[in-house]
């Protein structure tokens, strides 16, 4: 198959004291990740993935809501929030079967679930703008995270295990796919949503929504992943 490529330079400058909030708050969450999982890529895939596919669901509730309330149309954005949702769960299928967790982690993944479950539907009735904001820190994050992971696997250190077949039926993916072909799929995934959650903030803040993701979903203006540090 033909590698998803895209544009790993995309970041979004905080501006005002709403990004500054969001993006403290998730350089913490990334220490904290890198602090418990340190390279254990699949490992923290599993934990973060269940955290991930939180925001598109507790946005589009949120956004059904309003929209039954005020009797207006949601211009697209319960249905995008909701593949979010979908896409992001599909990816813990998927390294579920890549990295069984242990009893631990999947204790850790109920408690960290719950609260950030309750933390972001605050957040997101407080400030959707902020909570739209974080979900595209963290999606920066994760494609930094992944293309890390595609260098363990590329330096010998993560094996390149054949493709669980949840993700070939997913992702469409060859028969012969590897765990390198999915990680591929997945950072162009995070890259997406990277791009609709900054564009979401902006439009809520009255900016243009292309100003943050010029580039169309996984395309590309530099396909090596080795530039990411």
């Not at 609260?115 to 999606?139: D, N, Q, W």
Request: proline share 5%; net charge negative; with cysteine.
């Amino acid at each position: 198959m033909t590698p998803p490529l895209i544009d790993l330079s995309v970041h979004h400058q905080p501006q005002g004291a709403s990004d500054r909030v969001a993006f403290g708050f998730t350089k913490t969450l990334r220490w904290v990740a890198d602090t418990f999982f340190a390279r254990r890529y699949g490992h923290r895939a599993v934990v973060l993935e269940t955290v991930a596919a939180v925001p598109g669901m507790v946005g589009a509730t949120i956004n059904h809501l309003k929209c039954l309330r005020r009797m207006c149309d949601d211009r697209g954005w319960i249905k995008t929030l909701m593949d979010e949702a979908e896409n992001e769960r599909m990816h813990l299928m998927t390294f579920v079967e890549v990295c069984k967790p242990t009893w631990y982690e999947r204790a850790v993944i109920i408690g960290v679930q719950w609260v950030f479950y309750l933390a972001f539907f605050a957040l997101y009735l407080i400030s959707a703008k902020t909570a739209h904001r974080v979900v595209g820190y963290f999606e920066e994050e994760a494609v930094i995270s992944y293309t890390h992971y595609l260098a363990e696997i590329d330096e010998g250190r993560s094996e390149n295990v054949p493709a669980p077949e949840i993700a070939r039926r997913y992702w469409n993916l060859a028969e012969g796919a590897r765990l390198r072909d999915v990680v591929l799929v997945v950072r162009a995934d995070e890259a997406h949503h990277r791009d609709v959650n900054h564009g979401y903030a902006n439009e809520l803040a009255g900016k243009p929504q292309g100003e943050i993701a010029p580039c169309p979903p996984h395309e590309t203006l530099e396909p090596a992943w080795k530039q990411a540090a």
